[in-house]
Nanobody, 122 residues
């Protein structure tokens, strides 16, 4: 069982930046692919970005391309989501997830964090 803990969320003005982090709460192997998803009030959870276990392959949702960057530091067992040029429509709870394959498919991930709130004011 892998328990993931997200951090770095908060309130930011439009155009600002935040960096989210996600790390396991205990010892775990680093060979999981990792993904970031988000869920706004009243909406379904949606894919944001994913990265394979080595960090060499990344995928992004179209609406974040050029603004968000996913990366990982396997020595620290941590995955990051750098979010720049934030917009009010980016407001959501952001979740990290771990699984065997880097994919945009939500159900492919086995482990999920509790989420961190990101609020972008206009």
């Amino acid at each position: 069982q892998v328990q993931l803990v997200e951090s770095g969320g908060g309130l930011v003005q439009a155009g600002g930046s935040l960096r989210l982090s996600c790390a396991p709460s205990g010892r775990t192997r680093s060979s999981y692919a990792m993904g970031w998803f988000r869920q706004a009030p009243g909406k379904e959870r949606e894919f944001v970005a994913a990265i394979n276990w080595s960090g060499g392959v990344t995928y992004y949702a179209n609406f974040v391309k050029g603004r968000f960057t996913i990366s990982r530091d396997n020595a620290k067992s941590t995955v990051y989501l750098q979010m720049n040029s934030l917009k009010p429509e980016d407001t959501a709870v952001y979740y990290c997830a771990a699984g065997p394959l880097a994919t945009s498919t939500l159900t492919a991930y086995n482990y999920w964090g509790q989420g961190t709130q990101v609020t972008v004011s206009s």
